[in-house]
């Protein structure tokens, strides 16, 4: 029997040629696996039927985009994630998703092998690798681009030689991989780090510095998800997209950074997120309100591990699912609704309410209705500081008698 490989299938240069490389390479059959997690672009029957004329001998094709808001961004905004306090995860996010359905076609079909387009040199070959690991072990991953010296200039060779149907010349100066948590665009000009951007890598945000008046919207959160904006129900994909446009208008989530990649390089990225980061400036505000003080604080170090178990490729993971319970706990009185500014590139929040609120108006107040009693604060600072008053005290009686 022909062997079938099952191989994650973007519709770009590479991962067209790869459909014949392996072919070739292997004698098996090829499946493509089209997976959309809203990252626009061509619709899904061209990208099914250049598949199918690059020699694949099945095409599938998933909208997956209501599944990746549901299930892989919404537990990254309760988690407040920005890797290095910056990148929400954007690729990090699409990758456990795409190889959940990789692994699934693999079996439906039989196939011994999946592979993917990376490259050696990024995280996302971990991602698939270490994800595969855990969700079917029993299948082999495959790396042409990376493992069996399918370079670019071969791979144009290869598609110009076989007549592909793709477009060669055309391509961007940039690697870009986008889904609807945001965009990330490197390559090209930007590995120089000392050069600022040109206008043309960006494609969620418009230019920030136009002088456009503010918008303000309401989103409204049950148990840190957000459910509705302005007061309209939305779905988490709905919110996204909708906060995409909004604050990207505003040129909101525009970040430019150098990186450290899990396997040792810096990388210069820019990246656009303006609904996710809108997203967590209301999402954490609203925490501040309902969460307590000793939870929030510990899930701060929550928040930074599952960020880096994720960006490290480990979504599938001991640590990472019992990470997710802690944030579902955390998450439980987190309703309410946060008002934000969208203006020159800030998401800014300007007021939030909640009916599970621990801010206490007669205790915060300054004004007539003070319920607090100051009198008890007295003995409590009294102690605080006792420990390092009996401490200082011992360092000058020892530096006295000069020991
Ligand atoms: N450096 C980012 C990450 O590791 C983005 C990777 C984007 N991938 C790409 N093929 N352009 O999450």
Redesign the pocket.
Known sequence: MTEKVVLAYSGGLDTSVAIGWIAEQTGAEVIALAVDVGQGGEDLDTVRNRALACGAVAAEVVDARDEFAAEYCMPALQANALYMDRYPL???LSRPLIVRHLARVARESGASTVAHGCTGK???QVRFEAGLAALAPEVVCTAPVRDSGMTRDKAIAFAEEKGLPINVTSRSPY???QNVWGR?C?TGHLENIWTAPQDDVYGYTEDPATGKPADEITITFERGLPVALDGAAKTPLEMITELNQLAGAHGVGRIDMV?D?LIGIK?R?IYEAPGAITLIAAHAELESVCVERDLARFKRQAEQRWTELVYDGLWYSPLKTALDVFLAEAARHVTGEVRVQLQGGRAVVTGRRSPAALYNYELATYDTGDMFDQSLAKGFVDLWGLPSKIAADRDRRMAASGA
């Open positions: 954007v690729s990090a990024g995280n996302d690697s870009i991989d990330s490197e990186e990649r990388s990225e």
